[in-house]
Antibody
Framework: QLQLQESGPGLVKPSETLSLTCTLSGGSVGSYYWSWIRQPPGKGLEWIAYMFYRESPKYNPSLKSRVTMSVDTSKNQVSLKVSSVTAADTAVYYC????????????????WGQGTTVTVSS | DIQMTQSPSSLSASVGDRVTITCRASQTISNYLNWYQQKPGKAPKFLIYAASSLQSGVPSRFSGSGSGTDFTLTISSLQREDFATYYCQQSYSFPRTFGQGTKLEIK
């Protein structure tokens, strides 16, 4: 059974870089596609990034210049960095497996971590 | 980017009611449409993929339909545990986009 656990700094100062890690248990990160999603307080879900470890990541254009996603198969982790953060980056950040259960390209986020809360404040 | 618009934004209903939530895409997405359920303080739960296919373990009272630009999520007989916020998401192209959510509340 796959389980995901996000971890992060909790509090980040404006203009700094936010670093998040998602650790997988029960499987290998190199076997699946992964996504990061965030949810500002009281608001909806925003897709951030997606990647498979052997491919170039895909990013939300609204964040692309500030975001870097990576997969570390040796640590079985997926990571996300967001640079030059502002208060607008305050959110719960989730990692999730992006899985095509049918094999026809019908990808969906079927396994989620519990989320990690990030607050941007001085 | 493909914009996803859900309606209504909120909905009050009673246990046993049949409810329908609508999701509209700004351009055709075939049937590359997912639905999620989210309860307060929890991660979203994957309910439906390919517009109408139930994820494993999801009760059969949930159903989805549609293709092209217009989609619906229907709960045939509301149970207390179904009161939550529901999101649609297109997986047709990048960036993946979500609807703004529909909050289903107890009347």
């Amino acid at each position: 059974q796959l389980q995901l656990q996000e971890s992060g700094p909790g509090l980040v100062k404006p203009s700094e870089t936010l670093s998040l890690t998602c650790t997988l248990s029960g499987g290998s990160v190199g076997s699946y596609y992964w996504s990061w999603i965030r949810q500002p307080p009281g608001k909806g879900l925003e897709w951030i990034a997606y990647m498979f470890y052997r491919e170039s990541p895909k990013y939300n254009p609204s964040l692309k210049s500030r975001v870097t996603m990576s997969v570390d198969t040796s640590k079985n982790q997926v990571s996300l960095k967001v640079s030059s953060v502002t208060a607008a980056d305050t959110a719960v950040y989730y990692c999730a497996r992006d899985y095509d259960s049918r094999g026809y390209g019908y990808y969906g986020l079927d396994v989620w971590g519990q989320g990690t809360t990030v607050t941007v404040s001085s | 980017d493909i914009q996803m618009t859900q309606s209504p934004s909120s909905l009050s209903a009673s246990v046993g009611d049949r409810v329908t939530i609508t999701c509209r895409a700004s351009q055709t997405i075939s049937n590359y449409l997912n639905w999620y359920q989210q309860k307060p303080g929890k991660a979203p739960k994957f309910l439906i993929y390919a517009a109408s296919s139930l994820q494993s373990g999801v009760p059969s009272r949930f159903s989805g339909s549609g293709s092209g630009t217009d989609f619906t999520l229907t709960i045939s007989s509301l149970q207390r545990e179904d009161f939550a916020t529901y999101y649609c998401q297109q997986s047709y192209s990048f960036p993946r986009t979500f609807g703004q959510g529909t909050k289903l509340e107890i009347k």
